[in-house]
């Protein structure tokens, strides 16, 4: 087993007032040639913005674009004549293919929004712009590592256009949970939302995310309640 460690105060940060962002890998003004990605995984940003604030009208290309509310209600936009509020417990994918433009803002004047939002490097390019979103049942992650993102459109959660899965568990302290690679080729990036998980001999706290590669089960326990994503990506592009 191979492991990289980025703890939540060795992030890239960036604050413009009305957005309060940090960054577990290179994005905009923040660049640190040793932190450009994990694999297929490109940008993994923990937002939070003012109330009443937001992106306005902006482009991406070659890009599948996932974003996970943590807070709030953000409203999206987009050229493909999408206009939808997420929420805590949705899960939103923008393929970005040939080419989208897209806003994303606040939908409440009295509140912040906060989000995660995470660019995956596809297998494909120049596919057709296609966007997602599915609402999921916060029982399926009591003590369980749910699936939220595949590569097959067949499967639980939205898909996108890479051999990746994203799994979501919300875990009671000391809870053990064994998570199997779908591909031993793969690694996965392991982010804690909330409180305290131990992965073989290192503590991940809230907002650590621990890189993992070279293994084929990786096991973890949570030292107190707490919330964890999972993502498996291909290491090699």
Known sequence: MKTILHTSDSRGTAN?????????FSFGNYYNPER????A???????????????????HDNMEIVSIPLEGDLEH?????NITVIKQGDIQVMSAGTGVFHSEFNKNTDKEVKFLQIWVTPNKKNVAPRYDQISIDEENLENNLY???SPNKDDDGVWIHQDAWFHLGKLESQNTQ????KDKKNGVYAFVLEGSISIEDKVLEKRDGLGIWDV????????????ILLMEVPITQ
């Not at 413009?16 to 577990?24: D, E, I, K, P, V």
């Open 16 to 24: 413009f007032g009305w957005l309060n962002s940090y960054h577990s």
């Open 36 to 39: 450009m990605s994990f694999g």
């Open 41 to 59: 995984l490109r940008v993994l940003n923990d937002d939070t913005v003012s109330a009443g604030m937001g992106f306005g009208k902006h482009p």
């Open 77 to 81: 936009k987009d050229s493909m004549g």
């Open 147 to 149: 699936q939220i993102l």
């Open 178 to 181: 064994t998570y199997t690679l």
């Open 216 to 227: 084929e089960q990786i096991k973890f326990t949570s030292n107190e309640p707490s919330k």
